[in-house]
């Protein structure tokens, strides 16, 4: 047993990718674009300023690709990427979707183009030239764009904001999820502290954003309605109590899980005014259900489904993914057609993406490029021809790392149901509360120039005598601000909070403010 052990790693070790790379600028897109060509292989960069080439790869069968530009210095990463998705489609006999688009929003360039007076025709001619990107695809993003604009030109889009209020229990913990969420049943007894210290954190929100318009809230997870209905209650009756509704235009409650819903649930949520509820199935095969840890039966989505509308929810969204191990496209036509017949108000489509996190791993598919492509853009096409069937339109979209076939999740809506909460997400404008909640910093600098930072972490500064000092502050990126020319030390702002100094310790960055952001 040890032994056929020793020679599965060795094996795997041999069907390593290696990445050369001149320069470092090099690495990222290199790594994302193998990636997507070979998913489930092991993929290593190195970075060697002697190298003959910009971009040097080793395949596991022994070729190497060689990948070059002569263009001017600021097109030679383009172009150095193009050259390689070249070889790699001619070698694999397989376009990607995105082409070597490696971002997760790539409907802001079409709205960059729209915004700039561009033509339909113009933007599809430069997404392939540019990027590789094909052409039922830069369709889909600029139709994306065109609504999402519309959508946009109603709200405040400088003062206004989204509220999201994470919730990370769920009745199990599904294998290829990769959320920072645990089971229920582990955490039963920390829930209520948990919601006790939301419900400071939203206070604290409430009061630093009063002279903002609050857009949307949306309760996800997890698995919100893992909660009793006490602390449902509980909850939303704190954000009603310290949140102004004056500009509010959705609130949105992820019920996602069949087997979190009960009919007093459901009427907390209503009487709370709650607008738009999710409830996700994933997938309308049982065998898949048992297969992803899942314990509950696809009878159970449409008795819940059933109840919702019962209590008198009339915009309901529902989730699937396309992918799910053992599912080939007559599976996703079969979930199609039951949740057709539920009629949603709107269908959100995922491609399977698997991260590090999640216990699934791509060889878990036991599927190669060819066949994940394959049946990945088969249920794709067959989601949108149902959802077109349902008179649902899509009107947001996003990509993930590691997503499987280098597809997308696109969200289907009809006319007067699409989730603004969505399209706000995707423009990075809002304030994030719970366990694993991210938000964006915005900051400029003395030319006027936007930046944005993720807060990593935010603890409260104590002086050894016990003196409270302000707060230290981690974020995914370094911050030099330029009063005092870019140095450690400087001073500047971060979302409105005076930043007093910045310093490195231990490789970290910290940045000590007034008050916490």
Not at 152 to 180: H, N, T, W
Not at 219 to 234: N, S, V, Y
Not at 423 to 440: Q, R, Y
């Amino acid at each position: 047993m040890l032994a056929k052990d020793s020679d599965k790693k060795t094996e795997w070790r041999i069907k390593m990718i290696q990445i050369i790379c001149k320069s470092e600028s090099y690495t990222y897109n290199a790594y994302h674009i193998l990636k997507a060509f070979y998913p489930s292989q092991e993929v290593s960069c190195k970075t060697d300023e002697e190298a003959s080439n910009y971009v040097t790869v080793q395949l596991p069968d022994g070729q190497e690709i060689f990948a070059e530009t002569e263009n001017l210095q600021t097109e030679k990463k383009r172009q150095t990427d193009l050259n390689l998705y070249d070889q790699l489609e001619k070698i694999t006999g397989e376009p990607l979707a995105w082409g070597v688009l490696t971002g997760v929003r790539p409907t802001k360039l079409a709205m960059q183009k729209l915004e700039a007076g561009w033509k339909k025709e113009d933007y599809i001619r430069w997404a392939w030239e540019s990027a590789r990107v094909r052409k039922e695809k830069a369709v889909l993003a600029w139709e994306i764009a065109e609504r999402e604009r519309k959508i946009l030109e109603e709200l405040d889009y400088e003062e206004g904001y989204s509220l999201y209020v994470g919730i990370p229990f769920c009745p199990s913990v599904c294998s290829y999820c990769s959320f920072s969420s645990g089971p229920l049943d582990r955490w039963k007894e920390k829930v209520d502290v948990y919601v006790d210290t939301l419900c400071k954190e939203l206070e604290f929100i409430a009061e630093r954003s009063k002279n903002k318009k609050l857009n949307t809230i949306y309760i996800g997870g997890g698995t919100p309605t893992t909660l009793t209905a006490e602390q449902l209650e509980r909850l939303m009756g704190w954000i009603d109590e310290k949140f102004s509704r004056e500009h509010l235009l959705e609130y949105t409650v992820e019920a996602g899980r069949p087997d979190s819903i009960t009919e007093e649930k459901l009427k907390v949520i209503k009487s709370h005014g709650i607008t738009r509820i999710s409830i996700n199935p994933q997938s309308m095969q049982q065998k898949t259900l048992d297969a992803i840890g899942r314990k509950h039966t696809v009878e159970e989505i449409k008795e819940a489904y059933a109840l919702a509308r019962e209590t008198g929810f009339d915009n309901i969204n529902m989730d699937i993914i396309a992918g799910l191990p053992g599912e080939d496209i007559s599976d996703m036509e079969d979930t199609l057609a039951q949740i057709a017949q539920m009629k949603p108000d709107s269908l959100t489509v995922h491609s399977l993406a698997i991260k590090r996190a999640a216990r699934m791993e791509m060889r878990d598919l036991h599927r190669d490029v060819k066949e994940t492509h394959d049946i990945l853009s088969g249920m794709i096409e067959k989601a949108a021809k149902t959802a077109e069937e349902m008179e649902l339109f899509p009107y947001y979209l996003y990509r993930q790392k590691n997503i499987a076939g280098n597809f997308e999740n696109v969200g289907y809506a009809k006319v007067d149901k699409a989730g603004i909460y969505n399209i706000l997400i995707m423009e990075e404008k809002h304030l994030a509360s719970g366990s694993d909640a991210t938000e964006k910093l915005y900051y400029h600098d003395s030319h006027g120039r936007e930046f944005t930072a993720t807060v990593l972490s935010c603890e409260e500064k104590v002086t050894a005598k016990g003196k409270k000092e302000g707060y230290r502050v981690v974020l995914d990126r370094t911050l030099f601000f330029p009063e005092g020319g870019g140095q450690f030390g400087d001073q500047g702002w971060i979302d409105g909070i005076k930043v007093t100094d910045t310093h490195e310790k231990n490789g970290v960055i910290y940045h000590e403010t007034e008050a916490p952001i």
